[in-house]
Nanobody, 129 residues
Framework: DVQLQASGGGSVQAGGSLRLSCVAS????????ISWFRQASGKEREAVSC???????????YYADSMQGRFTISSDNAKNTVYLQMNSLKPEDTAVYYC???????????????????WGQGTQVTVSS
């Protein structure tokens, strides 16, 4: 069975940091781009960041504008895990964070929910002021 297990959420004060993890199983990890999305209460799901790996071993990362410079996405292929390091957190970062996997990765479409075949269950991040 395909599974994406997101974890690492929690409650922090503004300015704090959290590191989210997404452990993948049931599919060939290297063949999929993995992204993080988030959904705040009453709002639509929005893209946060994406990491794609090429056959030559190179890695490409993408970020939504509001996360650029604060969030860092990385992967550990040996552990089938993608991380999202979140620094300088703001109250507006409060949301449920989801990881998702896309095999037919198209760079210009990385932020579209409908591009992703598999989704994790989400992990809550709460940032207080």
């Amino acid at each position: 069975d395909v599974q994406l297990q997101a974890s690492g959420g929690g409650s922090v004060q503004a300015g704090g940091s959290l590191r989210l993890s997404c452990v993948a199983s049931g599919f060939t990890f290297d063949e999929y781009a993995i992204s993080w999305f988030r959904q705040a209460s009453g709002k639509e799901r929005e893209a946060v960041s994406c990491i794609s790996r090429r056959s030559d071993g190179s890695t490409y990362t993408y970020y939504a504008d509001s996360m650029q410079g604060r969030f860092t996405i990385s992967s550990d292929n040996a552990k089938n895990t993608v991380y999202l390091q979140m620094n300088s957190l703001k109250p507006e970062d409060t949301a449920v964070y989801y990881c998702a996997a896309d095999r037919g990765f198209r760079k210009r479409l990385w932020g579209l929910v409908q591009e992703y075949e598999y989704w994790g269950q989400g992990t809550q991040v709460t940032v207080s002021s």
